[in-house]
């Protein structure tokens, strides 16, 4: 399911279930090489995909996460840094589970005051029950307010893209566009 606004043609989140078979493997050394040259770069930008493609068990199913509907500007280096890693965790974590109880991830972008992808977020319900709220700072620099009421720290190396744990409350929900009914659906 994706949520988007036509007339503008923004992506607000889009939401899929996690498939018990969901993997995604990637030649370890060509991955490596990318990753390091694209971290050493602190401002430039590149197209992510909201929902991985690997999340999906059919071909035509993740033939079609490619649409531009799908996608977001990320900070290269957190799309390539704790992004993926966040991405990886959660099919560890959940992968199993996939297959007994419903895994919903809701993905999103939202925007600053200048209408840029300020932050990315995932949002993980398992059986029902929110399992975590992830944000990541999608610009270099400092922010001026409180994004979130903030988890304790995630662990997350913040050269590689800042990402933090929230609690998701209606001021975080409003932020990223979100109803309960998006939540329990």
């Known amino acids: 399911m994706v949520c988007v606004d036509p007339s503008n043609n923004v992506t607000f989140w889009t939401k899929h279930y996690l498939s018990e078979t969901s993997s995604c493997e990637e030649s370890q050394d060509l991955v490596h090489m990318v990753k390091e040259r694209l971290l050493e770069s602190t401002t430039e930008f590149v197209v992510g995909f909201l929902t991985p493609s690997c999340d999906f068990e059919t071909k035509s199913e993740r033939e079609l996460t490619h649409f ?43 925007g600053d005051s200048e209408k840029r992808t300020g ?51 209606a001021r975080l929900m409003k932020r990223m566009g979100l109803e309960l009914a998006d939540l329990n659906n």
């Open 68 to 110: 531009s509907e799908n996608t977001a500007l990320f900070l290269t280096k957190l799309h390539y840094g704790n992004w993926k890693k966040l991405e990886e965790k959660i099919r560890k974590q959940l992968g199993r589970k996939a297959g007994k109880v419903p895994v919903k991830i809701i993905t999103g972008a939202f």
């Open 119 to 169: 932050h990315v977020f995932k949002v993980v319900v398992v059986d029902g029950k929110i399992f975590g709220t992830y944000v990541g700072v999608n610009f270099d620099g400092s922010e001026k307010k409180t994004l979130c009421e903030r988890k304790p720290d995630c662990g997350w190396s913040s050269k590689e893209g800042k990402i933090y744990c929230c609690t998701l409350n």
